[in-house]
């Protein structure tokens, strides 16, 4: 259905690139079980909810989350170590829906 047809869709985050070329980032919109779970998680706070966007969501080339459940390290890191404009802009291009017009229906 629509929701399939959404999936695997990649960012290019050139801060993030080695040798000139920038980190893909794939992932797939998070469902609204999974929006709440963030939003519960984040407990209102922006920053927090947009670092839990992409350590949640971030996947690698091969389907592979990019971040384990277990990394607290690294969602530290999202909030505290990185660009915020970066994490921000990452987290808002997951959390948008394409226009269906993009989606081949």
Known sequence: GH?????NQSVEVP???EDGNPLVIFYDP???HR???IERRAKGQEGLKMALVVFECAKDADGQR?????DTASL???QTAVDPAVVARIAVTILN???SSDLGN
Do not use: A, H, V
């Not at 929701?3 to 999936?7: A, D, F, R, S, V």
């Open 76 to 78: 530290n890191r999202l």
């Open 15 to 17: 801060e993030w690139g």
């Open 3 to 7: 929701y399939e047809n959404l999936k």
């Open 66 to 70: 990019m971040f384990k459940p277990t």
């Open 35 to 37: 929006r709440q779970k």
């Open 30 to 32: 998070p469902t609204l």
């Open 97 to 99: 829906i394409t226009d």
